[in-house]
């Protein structure tokens, strides 16, 4: 069965990924910045999230030395090839679907 497409949630956790890791509250962050606020995802939604694409093979743990002080260990994620993968097909998937509408609103016009 195709993992696309990917659910909104997915697709902005993975592009908040594809720059470089992230931990939880970095990703929260990302997410909302890049949506322009439209997105914004509760810590429960997003660890749900997390815990399905680590077992999926799209996103790994790595070790990152940062507690920001306050003494808490961070855990942080970032894509494996398989998530690049998966990224991509679905970056590709939306990308056709706009120049779609766009064709058709031109020709419509």
Partial sequence: MSPLPLT??????????AVEPRHGYAIIKEVESMSRGRVVLATGTLYTA??????DGWIERVEEDASD???????????TEEGRRIFRLEAER????????????????
């Fill in 69 to 79: 002080g306050d003494g808490r260990e961070r855990k942080f994620y970032r894509l």
């Fill in 8 to 17: 909104e949630t997915s697709f902005f956790i993975l592009l908040s990924l």
């Fill in 50 to 55: 997390l815990r399905r694409m680590l077992e």
């Fill in 94 to 109: 939306l990308k056709n679907l706009a120049q779609l509408s766009a064709l058709h609103v031109l020709s419509a016009g």
